[in-house]
């Protein structure tokens, strides 16, 4: 019981963790002064994506970097930007699992006096989604990269949660962008 309490606290604790930011980078030469337009390039997928709602998630992804971008005075165009922004997405369903013990799981299966044999084993407590995004701020004419960042977390099971986790992920990561 000890063991099913720690999970669900871990996995609880999971799920209300906000998104972390890695792997910030901005190029040495760059000078966000000379750009004032840009463009989303493309989107790269991996891992355990949900498909029937890939594409509305990314919208709402385009959505928000856009209202940052344009926040900092940039303008988003269609053609000929001065920036592209590339995204890049992953996603994996994680299976959290604990040792089963003894005085915890031994002693309730026991069913009789003969030929009984317990062994230790994982079971499945949950499961979760990771996801990391990774933003690319290229400069359009000279296909260079002038900034990335990463921002990973734990995904939240409800759906109406999601929007609300994403605005907050783009927020904190364009905290890290050099213009404010």
Known sequence: MKYFIISLFTAFLFSCVS???????????????????????????????ISDQFNERIAYLKKGIAREMVQRRFIQVDKNPDLYVN?????????????????????MRYMGQRNYKWQSEEVEVGRYRRGAITLHVVDAAK??????????????????????????GIEALFTKFPVQ
Do not use: C
């Not at 890049?88 to 031994?106: F, I, S």
């Not at 990463?150 to 907050?168: C, I, M, N, V």
């Open 87 to 107: 995204i890049g997405v992953a996603v994996k369903l994680e299976v959290q699992t604990r040792q089963t013990t003894w005085p915890q799981d031994g002693m």
């Open 143 to 168: 296909n260079h990269m002038l900034w990335t960042a990463t921002l990973k977390g734990s995904l939240p099971d409800d759906s109406t949660k999601l929007t609300a986790f994403a605005d907050k």
């Open 19 to 49: 998104p972390r930011i890695l792997d910030v980078a901005t190029a040495p030469d760059a000078n966000f002064s000379n750009y004032k337009t840009f463009a989303f390039y493309e989107v790269t997928a991996y891992g355990d994506t």
